[in-house]
Nanobody, 122 residues
């Protein structure tokens, strides 16, 4: 069964850090992209980051560059998003997804997790 399961969200103060995990199964990540996106209240789905199957081709939303890092685990089918220097504007429901370029637009990625909530607040 194809699944993507996110975890690691929670409540954190501004400037704090969280590491999100996405454990996936049922497919081989070898050709397409894996993404982190977030659903922000009143703003819809926002692209956060992507990573290629080689584990080295990454890109980030401009507002998170230098603060967020996405990576792949070696011993497990796991995607990570390390989030540092968090800001209130980073709050939202974070999803991992897999599929072709920009498949998160219109929620068209063939593989999509259930989301984990991140709240950055004092």
């Amino acid at each position: 069964e194809v699944q993507l399961v996110e975890s690691g969200g929670g409540l954190v103060q501004p400037g704090g850090s969280l590491r999100l995990s996405c454990v996936y199964s049922g497919f081989i990540f070898s050709r397409d992209w894996m993404y982190w996106v977030r659903q922000v209240p009143g703003k819809g789905i926002e692209y956060v980051s992507r990573i290629g199957s080689d584990g080295t081709s990454t890109s980030y939303r401009e507002s998170v560059k230098g603060r967020f890092t996405t990576s792949q685990g070696n011993a497990e089918n796991t995607l990570y998003l390390q989030m540092n220097a968090l800001k209130p504007e980073d709050s939202g429901i974070y999803y991992c997804a897999a599929g072709p370029t920009a498949c998160y637009v219109g929620r068209k990625c063939p593989l999509w997790g259930q989301g984990t909530q991140v709240t950055v607040s004092s």
